[in-house]
């Protein structure tokens, strides 16, 4: 009997035979290593629950990242796409080289460029966008990143993880803040892109890590639409039920709030802003909290006025007016959403600001106007 199983075994290709006596399907996959999202070694920068259903890593907003380092000729990301409805859409670099745009429509993706040599790499995956109508606030979630792990190469492994970055910001918004319709007409991930936002270009600028936040239609008074409450209802977490990581501790908060609360008075609207930015506040006792203009000029005689009223030295009213000419195609897509050149205008503006306040250097000798 055993001259025939060596005979039997012999007559295998050798790169199959140790797969065949295990009863997996090929020796490459069973000599790949799958490390789950859960690995300390991955880096997740943005506001992201890591333990959703199960250890699966899940984020709902543009602009989050993921980063690692790893060994070998192969990355394969592992995604969850059991309840999505609208496949989000990321953009992936290694080793810094030209992105690649990926939707996530399948459980496996191929994330390395083709010919990728052996050796050590450097992944970085940041969310372009998520769906902003379909639901992705209440579990199980109709549209976000879900992360189950990484499968590298055979012999391939993950390396210590990248260094954070020596600074940290957050950004709070609607809409615009997310990204939507930076691109183009499409209300759906295609328009979008959350790493060209005025948030993404002025996090760059001072080599931040950033925690981006937009919710479309979103206000201090109102909900937004995908089953996102108001500003104030969903700031303290990811999403239903996953509080925000407290690990995080932005030195700059930047607001963006006030465009979607169309049908309410300034008198209204003062006293839940108030509410709003002393929640901030109290989240973040030591950050520097820069409280926008809305950019289409909405409310802003209430916003300047409560932040005067706060009397908080670590708080400042930013004065957007004149910023962008809403009748202008180049800033504008449709009179409320920015261009990418729009958001790049904006930015331009506010980093001087976030400079000249806090006194951080901008970043020389880097191309932060693009990702």
């Known amino acids: 009997m055993r001259s025939d199983r060596a005979a039997a075994a012999g007559a295998l290709p050798a790169a199959l035979l140790a797969g065949a006596l295990l009863g997996t399907p090929s020796a490459v996959a069973q000599a790949s290593t799958t490390v789950a999202s859960s690995d300390p070694r991955i880096g997740f920068v943005g506001r992201w629950e890591r333990h959703y259903a199960g250890d699966e890593a899940a984020t709902v907003n543009s602009g989050s990242r993921v980063r690692l380092r790893f060994t070998g000729g192969q990355v394969t990301g592992l995604f969850d796409v059991s309840t999505v409805a609208v496949p989000p859409q990321l953009w992936v670099t290694v080793d810094g080289g030209p992105r690649s745009l990926v939707t996530v429509d399948r459980p496996e993706i191929d994330l390395a460029p083709p010919g990728l040599r052996p050796g050590a790499h450097t992944l970085r995956v940041d969310v372009k966008d998520t769906d902003q109508v379909t639901n992705r606030w209440?579990?199980?979630?109709?549209?976000?990143?879900?992360?189950?792990?990484?499968?590298?190469?055979?012999?391939?492994?993950?390396?210590?993880?990248?260094?954070?970055?020596?600074?940290?910001?957050?950004?709070?918004?609607?809409?615009?803040?997310?990204?939507?319709?930076?691109?183009?007409?499409?209300?759906?991930?295609?328009?979008?892109?959350?790493?060209?936002?005025y948030a993404a270009v002025t996090a760059r600028a001072f080599g931040a890590d950033m925690q981006l936040v937009?919710?479309?239609?979103?206000?201090?008074?109102?909900?937004?639409?995908?089953?996102?409450?108001?500003?104030?209802?969903?700031?303290?977490?990811?999403?239903?039920?996953?509080?925000?990581?407290?690990?995080?501790?932005?030195?700059?908060?930047?607001?963006?709030?006030?465009?979607?609360?169309?049908?309410?008075?300034?008198?209204?609207?003062?006293?839940?802003?108030?509410?709003?930015?002393?929640?901030?506040?109290?989240?973040?006792?030591?950050?520097?909290?820069?409280?926008?203009?809305?950019?289409i000029g909405r409310h802003t005689a209430a916003i300047q006025s409560d932040v005067a009223d706060a009397a908080d030295p670590r708080m400042v009213f930013v004065d957007t007016d004149g910023w962008l000419d809403r009748h202008s195609t180049a800033d504008y897509t449709d009179t409320v959403h920015p261009t990418v050149a729009g958001h790049l205008k904006v930015a331009s503006r506010l980093i001087p600001m976030i400079s000249r306040v806090t006194g951080w250097p901008v970043r020389s000798g880097a191309p932060w106007e693009s990702p």
């Open 138 to 197: 209440l579990p199980p979630l109709g549209d976000a990143v879900i992360i189950r792990g990484f499968r590298l190469a055979p012999r391939g492994r993950l390396l210590s993880p990248p260094r954070p970055a020596p600074v940290r910001m957050a950004f709070f918004g609607d809409s615009i803040t997310e990204g939507i319709r930076a691109l183009g007409q499409p209300l759906t991930p295609d328009g979008a892109d959350g790493t060209r936002t």
């Open 214 to 295: 937009g919710f479309g239609k979103q206000g201090v008074m109102r909900e937004g639409v995908g089953n996102v409450p108001t500003a104030p209802e969903s700031f303290p977490y990811n999403f239903a039920g996953s509080p925000a990581d407290s690990g995080f501790v932005p030195d700059v908060v930047v607001v963006l709030q006030g465009s979607n609360d169309s049908t309410v008075t300034d008198e209204q609207f003062a006293p839940a802003y108030v509410s709003y930015l002393s929640e901030v506040r109290a989240a973040n006792p030591h950050a520097w909290i820069f409280a926008m203009e809305p950019l």
